[in-house]
Nanobody
């Protein structure tokens, strides 16, 4: 059973930075497309960024230039570095792996941007 685990959420002040990390025990993440989504109450889940096995990166316009998705093959993790955070970035952030034709979601980690 594939289990996606996120870590690194928390409270951060506007303009600050926060890093998230994703691991999937048993999978070599470098051979899968990995995504970060986010969701706020009352809104649909929003694709934040993804990275492909070849290293192609995609970002939502709302985070372009502020967020960076990366993969650490030595630690077998996928990370999301978030800089210049805004209150509207407050959300539950989910790591997602495309596995066997399905999207497998983590439980999510809360990021709150507030002073």
């Amino acid at each position: 059973q594939v289990q996606v685990m996120e870590s690194g959420g928390g409270l951060v002040q506007p303009g600050g930075s926060q890093g998230l990390s994703c691991s999937v025990p048993g999978l070599i993440l470098s051979i899968y497309r990995m995504h970060w989504y986010r969701q706020t109450p009352g809104k649909e889940r929003e694709l934040v960024a993804f990275i492909t096995p070849s290293g192609f990166l995609h970002y939502a316009n709302s985070v372009k230039g502020r967020f960076t998705i990366s993969r650490d093959d030595t630690k077998n993790t996928v990370n999301l570095q978030m800089n210049s955070l805004k209150p509207e970035d407050t959300a539950v952030y989910y790591c997602v792996v495309e596995y066997g034709g399905d999207l497998v979601w983590g439980q999510g980690t809360q990021v709150t941007v507030s002073s």
